[in-house]
């Protein structure tokens, strides 16, 4: 197990390629600069972020990998690849590989000082690379592990699709819940002119451990992305979403389904940026917690200048079935441009009681009553992702989650 040290950083980039090590190198110096964020930050709000990095080290190689998830059987992928505690163990089929892509130097400025230490310390990932006008005929699967206790896992994740290509990607993100662990992936995801990408994350981490994701995507003219992402496990599970729409006519649908219980954070930023004309977005999510769980969605959708005739929508809804539980959502506009259509909307609430009253008096009783409510809640969320061979296990999940808060 290796610090968080120069020596270190040196050692973990110092095979990688000149770009990239520029790179890491600025943001090494970034990261011995920053303090940790906390609440009193905007990006941070609602979160008292409990952690001291003094408790986890990086791994020199990785560990044993958990088997085989029952997913795979269910989509069938093309081509996969499995990165254990940020360390990729297999890549194989078209269109993947394993390290890391190449970088410029005029990607965004770090957010805070997770980023920069996993530009810093990030050593290998898995790159998806579709060139112009191919189509994979199935979802490409990477699975994502954090085993290691006491381990940072820097995984790094890259999808690029040229022009007129189309690629589904599938993301799984798990850890056993013994394992006290802080995993900082970083995805970044590029759509070229007409090209489509979809980007499927299945979040299950383990019960004690952190996880600080930060997703960039971008796409140019006439180009579409969609992520969906679905969120059950993590002691504290942040994600972090940056979407510019760079090209006139792309758009991007960002779809999620979470279910908070226990004491989990499950932590949304999602910042969406209209810098072309004719652009669209919409932003949907559903979630719920108990117990003394805490959600927090923050979205933010910007239109420039630049992004006249935008259709731009943002929609988060709160189910909170416990006298402990919080959940907090704050939609935010921000328009520049002065010929678009934007809406947002969100709700925070308990289930409801008129609806109880109606399937009882339909004869269900009150548990079953309420179990169906919480169905048909997530399934308008559920019905969006774009893989319907997870329909039924992001169901299950959902409710599975439920049955156990109900006792």
């Not at 906390?38 to 986890?56: H, I, N, T």
């Not at 850890?175 to 979040?203: C, K, M, N, W, Y």
């Not at 003219?221 to 760079?246: C, K, N, P, Q, T």
């Not at 731009?312 to 959940?327: C, F, I, P, W, Y």
Request: hydrophobic share 40%.
């Amino acid at each position: 197990m290796l610090p968080l040290d120069r020596s270190t950083h040196e050692r973990v980039t110092r095979a990688l390629d000149d770009a990239v090590q520029e790179r890491a190198a600025r943001a090494f110096e970034e990261f011995e600069a920053m303090p940790l964020p906390s609440e009193k930050d905007e990006d941070w709000r609602y979160v008292d972020l409990d952690l001291d990095l003094g408790d986890y080290a990086l791994p020199d190689s990785p560990g044993s990998a958990l088997d085989i998830h029952a997913i795979a059987d269910l989509v069938g992928p093309i081509a996969a690849a499995s990165n254990v505690d940020g360390h990729t163990i297999s890549a194989e089929g078209e269109f993947i590989r394993s390290g890391l892509a190449a970088r410029t130097p005029e990607m965004p400025p770090l957010a805070d000082r997770f980023a920069a230490l996993h530009d810093a310390f990030a050593a290998d990932g898995v790159v998806v690379s579709v060139p112009a006008k191919a189509r994979p005929e199935g979802p490409i699967l990477i699975d994502l592990q954090s085993v290691t206790d006491g381990s940072f896992a820097l995984p790094r994740i890259t999808v690029s699709a040229g022009d007129q290509a189309e690629v589904s990607v599938l993301v799984l993100q798990r850890s056993p819940d013994d394992v006290h662990s802080l995993v900082i992936p970083s995805f970044e995801v590029s759509a070229g002119a007409a090209a489509r990408v979809s980007l499927t994350v299945i979040q299950e981490w383990g019960d004690d451990t952190v996880a600080i994701a930060t997703h960039r995507m971008n796409a140019g003219r006439d180009g579409s992305l969609m992520l969906a992402e679905a969120g059950f496990g993590g002691r504290y599970s942040r994600l972090r979403l940056a979407v510019d729409l760079l090209g006139a006519g792309c758009g991007a649908e960002i779809v999620g389904a979470y279910f908070g219980d226990a004491a989990q954070v499950l932590d949304y930023r999602y910042y969406m940026r209209h810098a072309a004309p004719s652009t669209t977005s919409e932003m949907f999510l559903k979630g719920a917690v108990a117990d003394e769980a805490k959600s927090v969605f923050s979205g933010l959708i910007r239109i420039e200048r630049e992004g006249q005739k935008t259709n731009a929508h943002q929609t988060n809804r709160n189910l909170v079935l416990s006298d402990g539980a919080e959940a907090h959502s704050v939609p935010n506009l921000e328009i520049l441009a002065d010929d678009v259509r934007c809406g947002h909307g969100s709700a925070v609430g308990p289930l409801d009681e008129e609806q109880r009253y109606y399937l009882q008096s339909r004869g269900l009783d009150r548990d079953r009553a309420d179990r169906l409510q919480v169905k048909g809640f997530f399934e308008e969320a559920i019905q969006r992702f774009p893989l319907r061979a997870l329909d039924g296990r992001l169901r299950d999940a959902a409710l599975t989650k439920y049955a156990g808060v109900m006792g």
